[in-house]
C-alpha cells in the first residue's frame, strides 16, 4: 500500500508542479519580476525560464515564460515565447539612418526591432487550477511600443545582456 502511494505522488507532483498561482507569483518577487503593470493587468518574467537562442550579432532569439495577470477577468496567463531582436532597426539605428526626426518616428512606430512569437499558452484562476491550454505556435508579431509583449522583450535583452536594447519608456518598471 505504501509503494502505491508514493507512486502515485511521483505521478502527480509534476502536474502540481507546472501550475501558477497569483498567491506564488507575489511570494516570489526574486523569480518573477513584474516588466508591465496597467490599472487592469501585470506582466511578470520568470526569471529562470530565459534562455538564449541565437546570439550573433546584429540577431538575437531569446525565448522566455511570462504570467500576465488579468485582474478583470481573474485569470493568469502563461505564454511561451520567442523574442526576435534586429540591432539595425531598433530605435538608434533607424534615428541615425533617418534624414528627418518624423521619418524617425514613423520607422519606430512601425517596427522597433523586435518581433515576439507565442509558442503555448496556459490559463489559470488566480488559485492555480489550469483552465484551459494551448499549444499552438503563432505568427511572429511586432509589438507595440509600451505593450506588455514589448515590455517583457526589453526587459528580458536587458537582463540577458545588461544593456537596454531600445531607450527606456516612461512607464517602464525596470
Request: a positive charge; glycine letters at 2%.
Amino acid at each position: 500500500m505504501t509503494k502505491l502511494f508514493f507512486i502515485f505522488i511521483l505521478l502527480i507532483t509534476p502536474i502540481c508542479s507546472n501550475a501558477i498561482s497569483l498567491q506564488e507569483i507575489n511570494n516570489n518577487p526574486s523569480k518573477y519580476i513584474k516588466v508591465y503593470s496597467d490599472n487592469l493587468n501585470e506582466k511578470y518574467i520568470d526569471l529562470n525560464s530565459i534562455q538564449i537562442i541565437r546570439s550573433d550579432p546584429p540577431f538575437y532569439i531569446i525565448n522566455s515564460i511570462s504570467y500576465l495577470i488579468a485582474y478583470d477577468y481573474k485569470i493568469i496567463q502563461q505564454t511561451n515565447s520567442s523574442y526576435y531582436y534586429d540591432l539595425t532597426n531598433n530605435v538608434q539605428s533607424s534615428i541615425r539612418k533617418s534624414l528627418t526626426r518624423e521619418e524617425a518616428k514613423d520607422k519606430i512606430l512601425k517596427y522597433a526591432g523586435v518581433k515576439s512569437q507565442n509558442k503555448s499558452t496556459k490559463l489559470y484562476n488566480f488559485e492555480g487550477k489550469v483552465l484551459g491550454e494551448d499549444n499552438t505556435t503563432t505568427n511572429l508579431s511586432i509589438p507595440k511600443i509600451g505593450s506588455p509583449s514589448y515590455q517583457s522583450a526589453m526587459y528580458i535583452y536587458f537582463k540577458t545582456y545588461n544593456i537596454q536594447f531600445n531607450p527606456p519608456i516612461p512607464k517602464q518598471n525596470f
